[in-house]
């Protein structure tokens, strides 16, 4: 019996994620994991977030949140700004070094898609079954 897709997708995931890690460790990035990523993503295509918003994106607490806003603010990723509308709350934003990091990881990505047969196709049959099952309601986030 032949491994089940979604296991196929899953270990495949993996491994592009492990092999990122790696090239980034090498880099000069030890410390980032997926969650920092999907939360520094998160804030490069949004252009800042408060923590309560970033914590409904990844699905975690805003206690969770402030944690990785911490982690990203100490290693120079991101900043807490004054929001422009809320005196209250404070906007998280990817700083140079977090779009570069953005930036890289889709450099790396591209260079490992590479090693993909029949990539178009892959891509293709993925964006399909997306597109008439998902109806653009699954977000891009750690699976915890």
Known sequence: ????????????????????????????????????????????HTGGVTAVDLAAHLGVTKQGAAHLITELETWGYAERTRHPTDGRAQLVVATARGHDLVTRVAEIWSTEERHVPDLDTVRAALTT?????????????PVW
């Not at 920092?36 to 993503?41: E, R, V």
Request: hydrophobic fraction near 45%; charged fraction near 20%.
């Open 1 to 44: 019996m032949p491994t089940p897709l979604p296991l196929l997708l899953a270990m495949a995931f993996r491994l592009f994620t492990d092999r990122l890690h790696a090239r980034l460790a090498e880099e000069g990035h030890p410390d980032v994991r997926p969650a920092h990523g999907y939360a520094l993503g998160h804030l490069v």
């Open 129 to 141: 079954y997306l597109d008439a099952h998902a109806n653009g309601r699954t977000p891009v986030r």
